[in-house]
């Protein structure tokens, strides 16, 4: 479990400007779904009927992989905490892999989409559905190259018990990732 | 001395939130909806990610206006949606 340590930010993990980062991302995030929630209440019958081409099922499996990596994640700073980087760094791994396969799902469901001749011009529904979820797809792309420069920082033994505060704002920023797309998944795939 | 717990605490909140993501996934898909059913999903969804917020990012032990700034964005956002919803409805 993340423990954070006390810093001068009233105890937020990992670097402060990460959390400024954080927060200006959910402000946008914010702002992208409720556009949506009432553009929706607008087009009820056009969200709903395009609501069913979508893939709930590549939408789940990719709730579960996200949900994982964040564990491992999680994993990863309780092994540097406990001064051991190795496995900080397998942990690190594990969690690139599951961001990976993410990727390999959601351009799955990107091709399916586009050779269903399906695009942003569609309609109201499929721009919002493609913008969306692209704006994540690129937030996961930075949080894997964020896991990854930690990693090799980590199998490098730049961190320690006594200093990882690396190890913790990567973790932050893959675990604000995770928790947009558990809103994004129930108001983009399920609400009908 | 100390008694090792079963379950890694974070080994058990993922798995909650497994179940909770699958329970999300067959309200989708069995088709039903309504007011109740939409307000039943986006509490859950408020919960899990009260449980991200918690024990992934690591704030239940931090300062509590961080906890709060960050429950108030989740209860706001969740809440607006369920919002829109009723206006759908009507």
Known sequence: M?????????????DF????????????FGVFFLAYAFSRANNVELFNESQLHLNRIAGAANTVVLLTSSYFVVRAV???RADNARRCGHWLLSAIGMGSVFLVIKMFEFG????AGISLSTNTFFMFYLSLT???FMHVILGIVILAAVLLKARSGGYSAANHTGVETGASYWHMVDLVWLILFPLVYVIH | ??????????????????ALTGLTWFIGESGITGMAI????????LF????????????????AAWRGLLFGYLLLVCGMIGVAYYISLT
Do not use: N
């Open chain 1, 78 to 80: 309780a092994a540097i």
């Open chain 1, 17 to 28: 400007a990460i959390w400024i980062f954080i927060f200006a991302e959910l402000l946008v």
């Open chain 1, 2 to 14: 993340t423990t954070s340590r006390k810093h001068d930010a009233g105890g937020l993990p990992g």
């Open chain 2, 38 to 45: 939409v307000g039943f999903v986006l509490a859950t969804t």
């Open chain 1, 134 to 136: 692209f704006f994540h």
């Open chain 2, 1 to 18: 001395m100390t008694k090792t717990p079963l379950i890694r605490p974070c080994t058990l909140v993922w798995l909650i939130l497994l």
């Open chain 2, 48 to 63: 899990k990610s009260q449980m991200v917020v918690d024990y992934f990012m690591g704030l239940k032990h931090v300062r």
């Open chain 1, 112 to 115: 399916e989409k586009f050779s």
